[in-house]
T-cell receptor
Framework: AQKVTQAQTEISVVEKEDVTLDCVYE???????LFWYKQPPSGELVFLIR??????QNEISGRYSWNFQKSTSSFNFTITASQVVDSAVYFC???????????FGAGTTVTVRA | DAGVTQSPTHLIKTRGQQVTLRCSPK?????VSWYQQALGQGPQFIFQ???????QRGNFPDRFSGHQFPNYSSELNVNALLLGDSALYLC?????????????FGSGTRLTVV
């Protein structure tokens, strides 16, 4: 069975600080996909990144970066120089190769104070 | 380019009643998935529709049923509502039979059962 754990329930930082969100996953499949979504107060889930299990290259997109380590089954997300607009709930999710569903973690609420 | 549209935005129902939620997928998408997100939790997969058939179902009772129409729009029906059915119901659309192309989520329907 697949499982995603986001141990951090809430993180509060001051603007311009860096914040790292942890994600640990469990799966028996060798082929799987990992995702990060952002959920602002409006409710919709905003897609941030998708990574397949064969691509361990870290990725940077603007102030966002992701660190994928298969050896520790982790897919962590860092926001550099945080801004108030980054305040939201962030979800890590997993989908196995022959499964159509996304399995989400419980989410981490990020609050960035001005 | 319209994204995923869900209606209604908010809904209040009485325990024991039935409810129908609606979803119009993003233009060009043909697959619709439904998720239930209880307060403070990550979304849980209900089911996915593709080619007007339920392709996969999560761990939800038969009180939860759905339908996909020829224009790819979808409905989620919940019968005999329980207080525990109160949640944000999210619809996600994608293209093709593989979610690897990416899901687009709507803003959800907030259902309150009293």
């Amino acid at each position: 069975a697949q499982k995603v754990t986001q141990a951090q329930t809430e993180i509060s930082v001051v603007e311009k600080e860096d914040v790292t969100l942890d994600c640990v996953y469990e799966t028996r499949d060798t082929t799987y996909y990992l995702f990060w979504y952002k959920q602002p107060p409006s409710g919709e889930l905003v897609f941030l990144i998708r990574r397949n299990s064969f691509d361990e290259q870290n990725e940077i997109s603007g102030r966002y970066s992701w660190n994928f380590q298969k050896s520790t089954s982790s897919f962590n997300f860092t926001i550099t120089a945080s801004q108030v607009v980054d305040s939201a709930v962030y979800f890590c999710a997993l989908s196995e190769a022959y499964d159509y569903k996304l399995s989400f973690g419980a989410g981490t609420t990020v609050t960035v104070r001005a | 380019d319209a994204g995923v549209t869900q209606s209604p935005t908010h809904l209040i129902k009485t325990r024991g009643q039935q409810v129908t939620l609606r979803c119009s997928p993003k233009s060009g998408h043909d697959t619709v998935s439904w998720y239930q997100q209880a307060l403070g939790q990550g979304p849980q997969f209900i089911f996915q529709y593709y080619e007007e058939e339920e392709r996969q179902r999560g761990n939800f009772p038969d009180r939860f049923s759905g339908h996909q129409f020829p224009n790819y729009s979808s409905e989620l029906n919940v019968n005999a509502l329980l207080l525990g059915d109160s949640a944000l119901y999210l619809c996600a659309s994608s293209l093709g039979d593989r979610e690897v192309f990416g899901y687009t989520f709507g803003s959800g329907t907030r259902l309150t059962v009293v």
